[in-house]
């Protein structure tokens, strides 16, 4: 039996994982960032680097107590070193290469995105690849296409706003607490998604392999104090009766995942691949889950969708790893951070 410590660092979740080459999970411990950077709306990176200095090796010496494996007994260390915050990434990156020359066991790199691909592997104990994958979360909106479990092609991207941001800023306008996906889903459950007629970004250029929620989120904003107007809309949602607050959030949510499920269909009807996986934060939110289940189902296309636990930052999806072990693909402690999408 193989066994990997796997090293999550890319954004605020400090995580760490022991998994097998049979994708069996040993250990798995998380400690999130989200009380500390819901006072500010949103993760600030140097504060996100300084708290995973600390907890780094508290998380790292979890796993190994709740697995009781002796540090001695694993065969690599693996770590997400691309992409996200720059100064998260080489905090994993950095006990990652100490660890390796500690112990003297090879370094294997991890792709953060692919990893939220693979998460629906380990899920749900099947092969999926050959496959399309689409990853939504508060960074990013790409879709690739995964030739196997190690090549990944991008196919194509959000042209301003990921989703997941999207999310978070709307829900800072209606005065909901951050995150905001998980604030605007629990409100909209008590409005009506078809009170606002807010647009559909691109639905109406198939052959364009893009996301965007820029507009989406202004005409939000527009809906809250006009255009042109410079108020502050949190004031202003402030002061409307909460039936209207969770109808515009209901309404907001349906078009997101609207524009988020109709270019992914316009994708896959292009494509001859017939197998959809989807991974990140984003993809928790349940109405998303409905609609893309429902169109896939309609469509006669297989989906593979990570659980909630495994859409969020985590270092089981570090499993991937196994894969690169498996070929022998190791990095040297030359190995460096790329805080961007690699194409």
Do not use: W
């Amino acid at each position: 039996m193989t066994i990997i410590l796997t090293i999550e660092t890319t954004c605020d979740e400090t995580a760490a994982a022991l998994v097998t080459d049979e994708l069996k999970v040993l250990a798995d411990v998380v400690a999130s960032q989200d009380k500390l950077h819901e006072r500010y709306g949103g993760v600030v990176p140097e504060v996100a680097s300084r708290v995973h200095l600390e907890q780094i090796l508290p998380v790292i010496d979890s796993v190994f107590s709740q697995s009781g494996i002796k540090a001695e007994e694993i065969d690599a260390i693996a770590v997400a070193n691309m992409p996200g915050l720059a100064g998260s990434l080489l905090v994993g990156l950095s006990a990652a290469k100490s660890l390796a020359v500690a112990l003297e066991k090879p370094l294997i790199a991890i792709n953060h995105l692919q990893a939220h691909i693979y998460a629906c592997k380990i899920s749900s104990h099947e092969d999926p690849f050959p496959c399309l994958g689409l990853i939504i979360s508060g960074g990013h909106t790409s879709i690739y296409h995964c030739v196997n479990s190690i090549e990944f092609v991008l196919l194509g991207g959000t042209i301003d706003d990921a989703v997941g941001e999207a999310f978070d800023k709307v829900a800072a306008m209606l005065n909901l607490p951050y995150p905001g996906g998980p604030s605007i889903q629990k409100i909209a459950v008590k409005g009506n998604p078809h009170a606002y007629n807010f647009p559909r970004s691109l639905l109406n250029e198939p052959d364009r392999i893009s996301f965007s929620f820029s507009g989406l989120k202004t005409a939000v904003r527009y809906k809250l104090v006009g255009p042109g107007k410079v108020n502050d809309p949190a004031k202003t949602a402030a002061q409307l009766p909460p039936n209207e607050i969770a109808d515009i959030a209901a309404s907001f949510q349906e078009a997101a995942v609207d524009i988020l499920v109709g270019k992914t269909l316009q994708v896959m009807k292009k494509s001859e691949i017939k197998t959809l996986c989807i991974g990140g934060g984003a993809a928790a939110n349940k109405r998303f889950r409905e609609k893309i289940s429902e169109a896939m189902q309609k469509n006669k296309y297989k989906l593979f969708i990570a659980p909630p636990n495994l859409c969020t930052d985590n270092a089981i999806m570090g499993a991937i790893a196994v894969e690169r072990y498996k070929k022998g693909l190791f990095e040297s402690l030359e190995l460096d951070a790329f805080p961007g999408v690699i194409r």
